[in-house]
């Protein structure tokens, strides 16, 4: 691994009013690496995601992606802000971000919701992007749907044109919250077959996930959080089958209980 992390997350802290979400996370992601935030509704695992590419700014601590701070020390407010607009879009660029939510637009087909961002964020031609957009739907299976619109594709189908929407971008990052979790379960299983494919492919990335599954198969390395601090981090068998933590006993049994893993 390299010695720099891809991700390297140092005592972050995030308050919303008087309620703290993380209390001094610390974590770090390598490259090629999968880390999968598990816990309890609430414990902080989303809020944490959308602090590192800056989506949430954290109050203190610091997150660096390729050793570049994400944000910079407001003294006055006593906050992290985000850097110049400008410096910020040109961080994100490498950063995949796939929500529960697809967050399609409804009046454009497949190809038009995958080239959007390209035309406008890239500023690529539209020949260009046309062909950057057909080779990340082929990367998801959908081909044969790039003239289709959102409203005649099932979820499992939107989800995995956002995921090609996020990977028309070539990001050297990847980072998914939920993205299964507004699925009916038939459904589910498409998309985590597209994200092992991605895993498998060497993609950096960090999921919030309530697939035990996926987690235990996929993941490198699990991080559990409970009440903004992450209580439990390691291999993904390490922490799934043999922690040493009450909280995370607890909360698993549930899931040892209803399937294996």
């Known amino acids: 691994m390299n010695k720099v992390p891809k991700i390297a997350i140092r005592d972050v802290c995030k308050r919303f009013g008087t309620l703290t979400v993380l209390d001094g996370v610390s974590l770090d992601v390598h490259q090629s690496e999968v880390v999968c935030l598990i816990g309890a509704s609430g414990s902080g695992k989303s809020t944490l995601l959308r602090c590192i590419n800056f989506l949430e700014a954290y109050d203190a601590g610091e997150i660096r992606i390729d050793g570049h701070l994400m944000g910079y020390v407001d003294a006055a407010q006593k906050q992290r802000r985000p850097m110049s607009d400008r410096m910020l879009r040109q961080a994100r660029r490498d950063i995949g971000f796939v929500f529960q939510q697809f967050n399609l637009w409804p009046h454009m ?16 031609s539209a020949e260009v992007a046309v062909k950057r957009g057909e080779v990340a739907l082929d990367r998801v299976g959908l081909t044969d749907k790039r003239n289709s619109y959102p409203l005649r594709l099932s979820g499992g189908q939107q989800q995995r044109v956002a995921i090609a929407r996020a990977l ?57 959080l409970d009440r903004g601090r992450i209580i439990d981090v390691g291999p993904s068998q390490q922490v799934l089958h043999e922690s040493k933590e009450a909280r995370v006993q607890q909360f698993l049994q549930t899931y040892h209980d209803r399937t294996n893993f």
């Open 168 to 224: 028309a971008m070539e990001p050297s990052l990847m980072l998914f919250d939920e993205p299964t979790s507004s699925l009916d379960p038939e459904l589910v299983g498409e998309v985590l077959q597209v994200m092992k494919g991605l895993a498998a492919e060497g993609m950096t990335m960090v999921v919030v996930t309530h697939e035990m599954g996926f987690a235990a198969h996929v993941a490198d390395r699990v991080a559990f």
């Open 109 to 124: 087909s497949v190809i038009q919701n995958v080239m959007e961002p390209l035309l406008r964020v890239r500023g690529l």
